[in-house]
């Protein structure tokens, strides 16, 4: 019994790193740039899933969010699961629109490269942080940005509830 409760002692402590960087893997946001830029550029919406929100996000968002009236907060908070699934299909949705619209833009993602990740509309509603974020990939000469909308800082890390806009 000792031997096997050293054993999970040992693994318990040599999984701490791996717990960390998961926790933080989507607070820094130049992986949070890097990923939705490799996303887009091998039209693999799975590998930007980290972004979309559980609901336990979205009770922490609600949760803490100025809702103009208790009933819309009761009813926000209520309809979770729904509005889970309507954020989803909305980011898919816009995934595939921004696709379409850097292809017809000529633009082909083999011959783009990732530049940077910055923050606009920096603000905070209720005690999280909201960001847009806007990745920015050039192509040849040429530099395009694509909106990553509604931005929330959760427990988790970085949370999209906009969806994507773009190519400018």
């Not at 379409?100 to 292809?103: A, F, L, M, T």
């Given at each position: 019994m000792k031997n096997y409760l050293k054993k999970l002692i040992i693994m318990g402590v040599l999984m701490i790193?791996?717990?960390?960087?998961?926790?933080?893997?989507?607070?820094?946001?130049?992986?949070?740039?890097?990923?939705?830029?490799?996303?887009?550029?091998?039209?693999?919406?799975?590998?930007?899933?980290?972004?979309?929100?559980?609901?336990?996000d979205l009770l922490e968002i609600y949760k803490t969010y100025p809702f103009k009236s208790d009933s819309n907060k009761k009813y926000a908070i209520k309809n979770v699961v729904k509005r889970k699934s309507e954020i989803e299909k909305k980011t898919i949705e816009t995934f595939k629109m921004v696709l379409?619209?850097?292809?017809y833009a000529g633009v082909t993602w083999d011959k783009c490269?990732?530049?940077?990740?910055?923050?606009?509309?920096?603000?905070?509603?209720?005690t999280l942080e909201n960001k847009d974020l806007l990745l920015k990939f050039k192509f040849y000469e040429g530099e395009y940005e694509v909106l990553?909308?509604?931005?929330?800082?959760?427990?988790?890390?970085?949370?999209?509830?906009?969806?994507?806009?773009g190519p400018r």
């Open positions: 790193p791996f717990i960390t960087f998961a926790q933080n893997f989507n607070a820094d946001l130049t992986v949070i740039g890097k990923k939705a830029f490799e996303a887009l550029s091998q039209n693999k919406f799975e590998t930007f899933k980290f972004m979309m929100p559980s609901q336990e379409e619209n850097v292809k490269t990732f530049v940077s990740l910055t923050t606009m509309n920096d603000t905070k509603k209720g990553l909308n509604e931005c929330y800082k959760v427990k988790k890390g970085w949370v999209m509830l906009g969806g994507f806009k």
